[in-house]
């Protein structure tokens, strides 16, 4: 149940009314942190999670070259309600058909990539209201 450090030295979880979404949560807020994303790892276990912080709502696009494993990504607006979602989404190869890149429906704020599969488990829908809880 260890969370990791956001650069205040605080800790975060991810919820969903009351719901824990992710209780491992990586913050990547800087240009560097969220380009790399989750690049040249082996995998991301259930109730772990990437969230990605923008200065501004916008149309951030998530593409994933250099992946080895699919995930799910969750678009937040700035009140963090889900703008948009992409299930089971699956890492660039070498085929054309696989060069894709991830959108919002309309400007997010924040992106929450977490294992394949997770969405479904969690059942996150659009306009669902998430949570950070520091602490």
């Not at 149940?1 to 009314?17: R, Y």
């Not at 995998?43 to 912080?53: E, K, R």
Request: charged residues 25%.
């Amino acid at each position: 149940m260890n969370a990791f450090e956001l650069t205040t030295g605080e800790c975060v979880k991810i919820l969903k009314c009351k719901t824990v979404i992710a209780e491992n949560v990586e913050v990547a807020e800087g240009f560097f942190h969220r380009t790399r994303g989750l690049m040249l790892r082996k995998n991301l276990p259930a109730g772990s999670a990437l969230l990605m912080i923008f200065e501004k709502p916008g149309n951030h696009g998530i593409w994933m070259p250099l992946m080895r494993f699919s995930i799910d990504i969750v678009f937040l607006d700035s009140r963090k309600r889900v703008v948009g979602l992409h299930s089971h989404a699956r890492p660039l190869s070498f085929r054309r058909r696989t060069w894709k890149v991830y959108y919002p429906d309309k400007p997010a704020k924040y992106v929450i990539e977490m294992a394949a599969g997770m969405v479904k488990r969690k059942r996150i829908r659009l306009g669902n209201r998430i949570v950070f809880q520091e602490g």
